[in-house]
T-cell receptor, first 113, second 115 residues
Framework: GQNIDQPTEMTATEGAIVQINCTYQ??????LFWYQQHAGEAPTFLSY????GLEEKGRFSSFLSRSKGYSYLLLKELQMKDSASYLC??????????????FGQGTTLQVKP | ETGVTQSPTHLIKTRGQQVTLRCSSQ?????VSWYQQALGQGPQFIFQ???????GRGNFPPRFSGLQFPNYSSELNVNALELDDSALYLC??????????????FGEGSRLTVL
């Protein structure tokens, strides 16, 4: 099975950089997703890592190390609107399903002025 | 292109009742999956539908069932409601079967409260 761990809460200052970590224990997976979820809203896709390394997309970057069972989401130049929950999720192998993701509990990020 | 829409947005039921939640998938998407999200937790996979058949199920009892229609819209039915069923129910659509490479597009959810 899969076990995904993220910090429950983080606080950062507007304009700063924050790194949200995700560790996992799994027998295998296709790739790792990061989603953003504002309170009361739908999760929205941020990034997807299949291979080890860094994927950069504007102010957001995501890193994956399969050997270490570790990923992080890096948010630069924080803005107040970045206050949200950030969800790490794995897509399991051995399945023909595209709709099944295993989510961590999410990290609630609060950005302060 | 229309996004994923869900109805109702909020509803209150009592223990033992039954509930039906509805989802219209994003235009062009043929796969729908349902998730349960308890307060302060990440979403948990309930099941997925593709070509009107259940195609993968998470660790949920049989009283959680679903349907997918020819237009790819879907329903989630929960019988014999329990207090622990209180949660946000999210529908997600995607367009590719096999390989888990496609991102999911989520609706804003149906918040169910069981009293």
């Amino acid at each position: 099975g899969q076990n995904i761990d993220q910090p429950t809460e983080m606080t950062a200052t507007e304009g700063a950089i924050v790194q949200i970590n995700c560790t996992y224990q799994t027998s295998g997976f296709n790739g790792l997703f990061w989603y953003q979820q504002h309170a009361g809203e739908a999760p929205t896709f941020l990034s997807y890592n299949v291979l080890d390394g860094l994927e950069e997309k504007g102010r957001f970057s995501s890193f994956l190390s399969r050997s270490k069972g570790y990923s992080y989401l890096l948010l630069k130049e924080l803005q107040m609107k970045d206050s949200a929950s950030y969800l790490c999720a794995l897509s399991p192998t051995g399945s023909s399903n595209t709709g099944k993701l295993i989510f961590g509990q999410g990290t609630t990020l609060q950005v302060k002025p | 292109e229309t996004g994923v829409t869900q109805s109702p947005t909020h509803l209150i039921k009592t223990r033992g009742q039954q509930v039906t939640l509805r989802c219209s998938s994003q235009s062009g998407h043929n796969t729908v999956s349902w998730y349960q999200q308890a307060l302060g937790q990440g979403p948990q996979f309930i099941f997925q539908y593709y070509r009107e058949e259940e195609n993968g199920r998470g660790n949920f009892p049989p009283r959680f069932s679903g349907l997918q229609f020819p237009n790819y819209s879907s329903e989630l039915n929960v019988n014999a409601l329990e207090l622990d069923d209180s949660a946000l129910y999210l529908c997600a659509s995607s367009s590719k079967r096999g390989g888990n490479t496609g991102e999911l597009f989520f609706g804003e959810g149906s918040r169910l409260t069981v009293l």
